[in-house]
């Protein structure tokens, strides 16, 4: 089991002091220090106003753009500070954390894990989520990163187990919308949303992966030779119509066989071989022979001596 927990913590600070309060307690008290030391100022006096400067510098707190400061008054939830800058009461309230509001991505595995019919995969996934209600998710969660990672990662193991291996690799979005809406209902509770959940790798066994492959091929060889028997068909049912064409005007037959006579002396150097119906059909014969004894006669002719 393997879950990646962002780095950064979810609680920025528990104290909330920032460079703006340390510099702001330098100014306060920095000068008080100097009269005190120079005797301007009596000991009792330094004391006071240095006491008061230190509370005015603990008294301001920043909040970034983004997020939201949890205020405690004496351990009680008061409210929400920021962003921007707050003032609270130093002793009396603790700024607890500050939440940050920003899309997070939390990456998150199922290994070994059975499907429907079986079959072992390790599915990776992302998910995108974000806390809209900072109350919520300051009071009724401790450790809302881990929670939603460890809600994402059941939710992930129940999804597979009620799809067979085809669902998971064909409809992966369907899978990751049905993942998203089963994580909202277990974050909702604690103001964080669920936007969007993808599928990034469905990883199976290298054996099947090879006998999925070889299925593939031989039902594309199989589509093939149905292809190829259809055309056939198709082919046969042409020529049966030709033919009763050609039964019923012998005139057009004999065009046609001439123009395949015709097509094939075009190919220079072919050796045409024409069956002797088909010569007799066309009268090719009577052609044949006469263009025979046209051609002896001139040879005959250019064998004869000069006179």
């Avoid at 106003?49 to 351990?75: C, D």
């Avoid at 020529?239 to 050609?246: M, N, V």
């Avoid at 010569?279 to 001139?298: P, R």
Wanted: aromatic residues 6%.
């Amino acid at each position: 089991m393997k879950l990646e927990i962002p780095v950064e913590s979810e609680i920025r600070t528990r104290s909330g002091l920032s460079i703006v309060s340390l510099a702001l307690g330098v100014v306060l008290i920095g000068p008080v220090i100097w009269l005190a030391a120079i005797g301007v100022l009596s000991t009792l006096a330094a004391v006071i106003l240095g006491n008061l400067g230190a509370f005015i510098a603990y008294s301001v707190r920043i909040a970034h753009q983004w997020e939201k400061g949890v205020v405690l008054r004496m351990g009680k939830f008061t409210g929400l500070r920021g962003p921007g800058i707050f003032f609270v009461i130093p002793i009396i309230d603790e700024v607890n954390s500050f939440i940050d509001q920003r899309v997070r991505v939390t990456d998150f595995h199922a290994e070994k894990t059975l499907t429907k019919d079986t079959v072992p995969v390790n599915v990776d996934a992302v998910v995108y989520w974000m806390v809209w209600d900072v109350e919520k998710a300051a009071l009724e969660v401790e450790r809302y990163n881990e929670a939603v990672s460890y809600v994402a990662q059941t939710a992930l193991r129940d999804i597979i187990g009620r799809h067979e291996l085809a669902d998971l690799l064909q409809h992966r979005d369907t899978i990751g919308e049905a993942l998203q809406k089963t994580m909202d209902e277990h974050t909702n509770p604690w103001g964080i949303t669920c936007q969007t959940v993808g599928i990034k790798d469905i990883i199976i066994p290298e054996a099947l992966a090879d006998a999925m492959s070889k299925q593939a091929q031989a039902e594309r060889e199989r589509q093939a030779r149905i292809i190829l028997g259809t055309a056939e068909t198709e082919i046969s049912e042409k020529f049966a119509k030709a033919s009763e064409k050609y039964s019923k005007n012998p005139v057009a037959l004999q065009l046609r066989g001439m123009n395949m006579l015709f097509e094939g002396l075009k190919e220079k150097g072919s050796l045409i071989i024409v069956p002797s119906s088909a010569l007799d059909s066309m009268n090719l014969g009577a052609v044949g022979g006469l263009s025979a004894l046209a051609e002896q006669q001139t040879l005959g002719h250019s064998k004869e001596p000069a006179t």
